[in-house]
């Protein structure tokens, strides 16, 4: 399997003015780009690196079988470095098909309008999952209002439910501010978060509860170390997405790929039962989510 890893010199959680005229600039060449429908030999297929980049691609091995099989192509499986490379090469055409967190697609989609979101993962019976916030057990955070003054782990900058979604819990349910109230941590992936959690590095932190149960399943975290403070409210799930500039007929082959998706060995590597149909409009609430932080999403990396 090919593991190709991108890098990307940008790092600041906000992008200069210089490099927002170069997004306007990349605006442009996509559009050029879009206009010829492109059915390429070898189709680029990235994960989101939000565990640990060898355990994506041994787990991703059945998912790249089961696509050249499907769509009777060469299949490149994909790890970037982190959330916003994978965003730039979804942006400039380096990949064609992205499983990205629900939060990285919409800052993705900031800056290729033209991406299509199709489809989205079920678990147990719902396109949703949840964030789970925990500490260590040890420690001195007990409940949500003991983090005030203290370091809170999150994992990348644009994840969703290691990120977004539990620090505007935070907010809502404790009044707690990540800009005066305790001191954000980001340790890029979730299961980094679990284990910082677990080691003591930092108190208290948040992570999919997706793959917090299974690091629990795998026994690669300790839970007699660690406590559950809370978890968040329904978040939709992880969206496949498609650029726009591929023939129709590619794009109808990837939709039945995905939405008709039946391997159980395929289905566990995304940890979902199935897909099912999205669209853009699924994921407005984290738009909203990011105007409660008072995060410009056009500004994000």
Not at 48 to 59: F, G, V
């Amino acid at each position: 399997m090919t593991l190709e890893i991108l890098k990307q010199p940008l790092r600041g959680a906000l992008r200069t003015v210089i490099a927002a005229g170069a997004i306007v600039l990349g605006f442009a060449t996509t559009f050029s780009h879009a206009q010829t429908p492109k059915d390429p030999a070898t189709l680029r297929v990235a994960l989101l690196p939000d565990e640990n980049a060898s355990t994506l691609i041994q787990n991703a091995q059945p998912l790249k079988l089961y696509l050249q099989q499907q769509l009777k192509k060469n299949i490149e499986i994909i790890v970037t470095t982190d959330y916003s490379s994978m965003i730039e090469a979804m942006r400039f055409g380096r990949i064609e098909v992205a499983y990205f967190g629900p939060f990285s697609y919409v800052l993705a989609r900031t800056r290729a309008p033209e991406i299509e979101p199709f489809a989205v993962g079920v678990e147990r019976g719902s396109p949703t999952y949840q964030s789970i916030l925990i500490a260590n057990a040890a420690g001195a955070v007990k409940t949500l209002a003991d983090v005030r003054g203290k370091p809170f782990g999150f994992g990348d900058q644009a994840s969703t439910s290691s990120h977004l979604v539990p620090r505007a819990h935070l907010l809502k349910k404790s009044g707690l501010d990540g800009e005066k109230d305790y001191k954000p941590v980001h340790l890029g992936a979730h299961d980094a978060v679990a284990r910082a959690v677990q080691a003591g590095q930092v108190p208290a932190g948040a992570l999919s509860k997706a793959i917090y149960d299974n690091l629990v399943s795998r026994n690669t975290i300790d839970t007699s170390k660690l406590v559950t403070l809370d978890v968040s409210a329904a978040i939709p799930n992880y969206p496949i997405v498609m650029r726009g500039n591929l023939t129709p007929a590619l794009k109808q082959a990837l939709r039945d790929a995905f939405l008709g998706m039946k391997d159980k060995e395929v289905l566990k590597s995304f940890r979902v039962e199935g897909f099912v149909a999205t669209d853009d409009a699924s994921y407005n609430v984290l738009r909203e989510t990011a105007q409660v932080l008072r995060l410009d999403i056009a500004k994000m990396k």
